[in-house]
């Protein structure tokens, strides 16, 4: 469960850091992305544990509410599924069009953009 949330707040992360402070950037970047400790990021910002937990947990709760509003992440997920079924309906059907497969490979390049 642990590795589902992380990579979860990880995908919101991306499409909403943006939209973040400076330190709701660099708390979450440190505590998800590198792997640091609470006590660690406390240490580099010279705040208390306990600030840098609850700075964290809000992140998370604001990175839910924009999902919850704007569907970037749940309509990405859509859309990478669909990418999916076409390329492997144009491999299984149309594996001699050339054209056809290139264009479904530009469309996986661009959504991993």
Not at 16 to 27: A, I, R, S, V
Not at 47 to 64: H, M
Request: charged share 30%; hydrophobic share 30%; no cysteine.
């Amino acid at each position: 469960m642990e590795i589902e949330k992380n990579y979860r707040i990880n995908s919101l992360f991306e499409f909403y850091q943006p939209l973040l402070t400076k330190k709701q950037n660099d708390y979450l970047e440190l505590y998800y992305g590198d792997d640091y400790s609470l006590g660690e990021i406390a240490e580099n910002f010279h705040v208390s544990r306990q600030a840098v937990y609850d700075n964290i947990k809000r992140t998370e709760s604001i990175l839910e509410d924009y999902e919850a509003k704007l569907h970037l992440y749940a309509e990405f997920q859509v859309r990478n599924q669909q990418a999916d079924r076409i390329q492997r309906y144009v491999r299984e059907n149309y594996p001699d069009d050339a054209t056809l497969n290139h264009l479904v490979n530009h469309l996986e390049s661009l959504e991993e953009e």
